[in-house]
């Protein structure tokens, strides 16, 4: 079993529909989380970093984690065209002073349509 | 702030041959990660520097891979005689390495072996 767990889609949406991105994790060390969208051929850039359970929203996102099931989920809304793109989901476990390797999900492919 | 920038973007080449990829990450971060990505899967962890030392290899990293940031700037990844599974998308992120664990992704290099 992998340690972040994601649904690789694809998901496909009409312009404008609010979207939900979903991942689990199993290691309960993992104390932060993080979305990245990838858009193709390019790298994973930072969206979203959250800490702890509840919701951080920014502009039209918004991130939720819940600790108690293990499950992070960001939403879109109003989605756009531009948003089509593989979203990752990524944690790493709490480390007092050191460094972190990032665990990433498989991606979610997202596609909206016009 | 230029962001992390890699070179090549590209790069075919045959099998048994070696390559070497660079990374120039965003200027005063002194932690930098290689990590490598396949199609339709997340990033995975290849090596991690702090400033110019490496203190952590994947078990991913064969003996054929080597790593290098001398004087904890740019960094290196050396893949010699190359095989076909070593195609992939080749990651480099550096993060500033003070409180918050924000690690800023490069373009990437993507690696065709024939």
């Known amino acids: 079993q992998k340690e972040v767990e994601q649904d690789p889609g694809p998901l496909s949406v009409p312009e404008g529909a609010i979207v939900s991105l979903n991942c689990t994790y199993s290691?309960?060390?993992?104390?932060?989380f993080m979305w990245y969208r990838q858009y193709s051929r390019k790298g994973p850039e930072l969206l979203m970093y959250?800490?702890?359970?509840g919701n951080k929203e920014d502009g039209r996102f918004t991130a939720q984690v819940d600790k108690s099931s293990k499950y992070i989920s960001l939403f879109i809304r109003d989605s756009q065209p531009s948003d089509s793109a593989t979203y990752l989901c990524a944690s790493y476990p709490l480390r007092s002073g050191g460094y972190n390797k990032l665990i990433f999900g498989a991606g979610t492919r997202l596609a909206v349509h016009p | 702030d230029t962001g992390v920038s890699q070179d090549p973007r590209h790069k075919i080449t045959k099998r048994g041959q070696n390559v070497t990829f660079r990374c120039d990450p965003i200027?005063?971060?002194?932690?930098l990660y290689w990590y490598r990505q396949t199609l339709g899967q997340g990033p995975e962890f290849l090596t991690y520097?702090?400033?110019?030392?490496?203190?952590?290899k994947s078990r991913l990293l064969s003996d054929r891979f080597s790593a290098e940031r001398p004087k904890g700037s740019f960094s290196t990844l050396e893949i010699q005689r190359t095989e076909q599974g070593d195609s992939a998308m080749y990651l480099c992120?550096?993060?500033?390495?003070?409180?918050?664990?924000?690690?800023?992704f490069g373009p990437g290099t993507r690696l065709l072996v024939l």
């Open positions: 290691n309960s060390a993992f104390q932060y």
């Open positions: 959250t800490y702890s359970s």
């Open positions: 200027s005063e971060h002194n932690r």
């Open positions: 520097f702090q400033n110019e030392a490496q203190l952590e």
């Open positions: 992120a550096s993060s500033p390495g003070q409180g918050k664990e924000t690690q800023y």
